[in-house]
């Protein structure tokens, strides 16, 4: 049996069922991004990509968030001034938890 779309709009709907079921491509921050200068409009903008907020700190001109999405941990870097994302690191297993082996 072939299925013909002769549809604009189902053709997209189609195709954006086929990217949101490819996993991150609809849902992500990317480095020059503005998610606010506050952290709760950061919280808010990266809670609405999907991301899960764990932590918040300011220091010095940067606010650093510590989110997870789909299992994966990393760190969000945002200029404290304009908003903007700075920096976006991946934590490996070893970098999550730091310990101090005095």
């Known amino acids: 049996m072939k299925l013909s779309f002769k549809s604009p709009a189902l053709i997209l709907f189609a195709g954006s069922g086929l990217l949101a079921s490819m996993g991150l491509a609809l849902a992500a921050v990317s480095v020059g991004d503005t998610l606010?200068?506050?952290?709760?409009?950061?919280?808010?903008?990266?809670?609405?990509?999907?991301?899960?907020?764990?932590?918040?700190?300011?220091?010095?001109?940067?606010?650093?968030?510590?989110?997870?999405?789909?299992?994966?941990?990393?760190?969000v870097v945002v200029d404290a001034m304009s908003g903007k994302v700075l920096e976006m690191e991946l934590e490996g297993p070893d970098e999550g938890d730091e310990k101090d082996d005095d």
């Open 36 to 75: 606010g200068t506050t952290e709760d409009a950061i919280r808010s903008a990266l809670t609405s990509e999907g991301y899960a907020v764990k932590e918040i700190e300011t220091e010095d001109r940067e606010i650093e968030v510590e989110v997870s999405l789909d299992g994966q941990e990393m760190e």
